[in-house]
T-cell receptor
Framework: NAGVTQTPKFQVLKTGQSMTLQCAQD?????MSWYRQDPGMGLRLIHY???????DQGEVPNGYNVSRSTTEDFPLRLLSAAPSQTSVYFC????????????FGPGTRLLVL | QKEVEQDPGPLSVPEGAIVSLNCTYS??????FMWYRQYSRKGPELLMY????GNKEDGRFTAQVDKSSKYISLFIRDSQPSDSATYLC?????????????FGQGTRLTINP
């Protein structure tokens, strides 16, 4: 199993540009999440999904969109990038059913100029 | 005030020392308590988790939860240079399970040979 994979590893954007961060998992996990990690802030939940077709907002959802058309994929879209979105983004998955180990991807480093 | 507070360190100790890492929290609904380890430029990986109060031991690692004080701890015995990493505490309410984690800021730990 590849686990949780994320692409790209690193991206530079200009303010106002849009892009999609890709996340895929091959563990057949129902639950997937997106977090951002900023210095001094820990990880903060952006959006999460409890299954295909079902998504919900986390702590910091503004400026981001998600969709979940398949169990495997959970892309994160930045609609109009802002310098405040410079961060490291982590995708995670877990089996669900109330509790399960959260598996994190390797992260995408995003710099918005 | 953040829901979860964690001293960011950095913390530097000699090899073989006992390390104590701590978090405090304010949300009494938290029932699941986790410790993640994150190596530089990697995604977090689950180290230990406990449900409700009590202790849990796994090799050189011991996790403690004191819900009455809203305080959790991770102890590392016989610390090794390979334990050098950032340690993040994370918590969630029972109804939300592992997909909606609230993280502390993380403590950067260095074990000196």
């Amino acid at each position: 199993n590849a686990g949780v994979t994320q692409t790209p590893k690193f991206q530079v954007l200009k303010t106002g540009q849009s892009m999609t961060l890709q996340c895929a998992q091959d563990m057949n996990h129902e639950y997937m999440s997106w977090y951002r990690q900023d210095p001094g802030m820990g990880l903060r939940l952006i959006h999460y999904s409890v299954g295909a077709g079902i998504t919900d907002q986390g702590e910091v959802p503004n400026g981001y969109n998600v969709s979940r058309s398949t169990t495997e994929d959970f892309p994160l879209r930045l609609l109009s990038a802002a310098p405040s979105q410079t961060s490291v983004y982590f995708c995670a998955s877990n089996p669900g059913g109330g509790w399960g180990t959260q598996y994190f991807g390797p992260g995408t480093r995003l710099l918005v100029l | 005030q953040k829901e979860v507070e964690q001293d960011p360190g950095p913390l530097s100790v000699p090899e073989g020392a006992i390390v104590s890492l701590n978090c405090t929290y304010s949300n009494s609904a938290f029932q699941y308590f986790m410790w993640y380890r994150q190596y530089s430029r990697k995604g977090p990986e689950l180290l230990m988790y406990t449900y409700s109060s009590g202790n849990k031991e796994d090799g050189r690692f011991t996790a403690q939860v004191d819900k009455s004080s809203k305080y959790i701890s991770l102890f590392i015995r016989d610390s090794q240079p390979s334990d050098s990493a950032t340690y993040l505490c994370a918590m969630s309410a029972a109804r939300e399970g592992a997909q909606k984690l609230v993280f502390g800021q993380g403590t950067r730990l260095t074990i000196n040979p």
